[in-house]
């Protein structure tokens, strides 16, 4: 029988049917595990195997620009136990982040099903993310405030800005918590935390069944100064998540912004069924590695040199 051409396939389907291959043929997954990761019948994943045999996408070596990806996904999540994983090939400046964004916000779109709540962090890659969600038809979704917004900064990285945009693209609800996310004292906080308002939308987004959140490195000059208030992190800390901070090993670390900053807690972020972190930078593996052995995330987005050292870690 005559081959058909793989390169018949658009980019999106090649890059599923090559995923698909990978996961089997080098990850050792089962086709109910592929059909569960994906989101997809199991018959599904069975005639896209037939097909990669047919179009030449297996042979004896699976083909494709994405293929040594694939493998380091399939690897990456058997030795991290992780829910899913996705890796971009690595590139130079804002590329990262258009990269790294354009795959979680496929990888989000898996995930989502009908009635799901997904409560965003903020970030420059989540705003990525926004940015080339694919269309999903999905309904009575919610989407949720996982932190308050800096007090002086109205930009597209911030979560409310997050969730509005993703509310534009997918009809779905918006859970504002109309909060800063850092205060002048804790005495304000607890006045605002309080409140019938806050503990209402609160309630939502800790039910959040979905949380996309950046991983991101330590820079305090990124935290807004509240009446000249200069913060102090320890040393230890090597990451933060949702202003969750943790060391390389993923310990949580206790600093005085805690009182300050208002956030999904902790304990509250841990009981999200699926946590997906993502890192926009090229140079983010203590911090990375630290977020998935903290049990920060269970899902990554991340760049080809970051997974390389994960792998080797």
């Given amino acids: 029988m005559t081959k058909k051409g793989r390169y018949s396939l658009n980019n999106d389907k090649l890059s599923l049917y090559t995923r698909v291959a990978g996961y089997y043929y080098k990850g050792g997954m089962t086709q109910a595990e ?6 997809i019948s199991r018959k599904w994943v069975n005639n896209i195997l037939k097909e990669c045999l047919e179009m030449g996408i297996v042979e004896i070596n699976i083909h494709g620009e994405i293929a040594e990806l694939v493998e380091m996904e ?3 999540q058997k030795k991290y136990n992780l829910l899913a994983v996705r890796v971009v090939e690595s590139s130079p400046g804002d590329e990262n982040y258009k990269a790294t964004g354009q795959a979680g916000a496929k ?7 009908d009635g799901d709540i997904i409560g965003f962090s903020r ?3 989540l705003s990525e993310l926004v940015e080339y969600l694919p269309p999903i038809d999905k309904k009575n979704l919610i989407a949720a405030q996982l932190m308050g917004s800096w007090n002086d900064r109205f930009d597209k990285l911030n979560a409310d800005s997050i969730v509005r945009r993703f509310c534009e693209k997918t009809n779905a609800s918006a859970n504002m918590l109309y909060a800063p996310v850092l205060v002048a004292d804790e005495d304000l906080r607890e006045s605002m935390m309080s409140e019938e308002y ?3 939308s609160y309630e939502v987004s800790k039910s959040s069944t979905i949380a996309v959140m950046g991983i991101s490195s330590i820079d305090i000059k990124k935290y807004p100064k509240v009446e ?5 992190i320890p040393k230890a800390a090597a990451g933060e998540v949702c202003t969750h901070f943790f060391d390389k090993d993923g310990k949580s670390v206790t600093t005085e912004l805690d009182n300050f900053v208002i956030a999904l807690s902790l ?3 841990y009981r999200i069924p699926i946590r997906i972190g993502v890192a926009g930078r090229p140079r983010r593996f203590e ?3 630290g977020a998935i052995l903290g049990k920060y995330v269970n899902a990554i987005v991340i760049d080809s040199n970051v997974a390389y050292e994960l792998l080797s870690a």
């Fill in 123 to 125: 970030g420059r890659v």
């Fill in 34 to 39: 592929i059909a569960d990761q994906l989101g």
């Fill in 287 to 289: 911090q990375v590695l």
């Fill in 228 to 232: 000249q208030r200069v913060w102090e």
């Fill in 74 to 76: 399939a690897a990456l």
């Fill in 267 to 269: 304990e509250d972020m």
């Fill in 198 to 200: 806050f503990i209402k």
């Fill in 107 to 113: 990888l989000l779109a898996e995930f989502v099903k």
